[in-house]
């Protein structure tokens, strides 16, 4: 089974993205490629803040995207401001 490609998406405030075909699927600033993983939907992705998500999403979706937040921060810390961080104070 081929590993799953991204998108990435960063460029605006809806930072996470929700399958808009089986609502199954929500990935955090990255949509995937060529299509849903699950439904196969193409261009089916629509950007969603977490609060929004919160809103009108399942549990299960609302976990979701939680978690593939907590992965993205993991995987990659601050690299939109890459500021040195010796200017504390
Ligand atoms: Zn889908």
Redesign the pocket.
Known sequence: MASQSFWPVSHRDDDFWV???????VFFRKVPMPD??????VS?YEGFTLDAIRDWGTEELIAKAVAAQAASAAAQPATESAAPVEAAD
């Open positions: 399958c808009m075909s089986c609502l199954g699927e849903c993983p699950s439904c196969h939907g089916t």
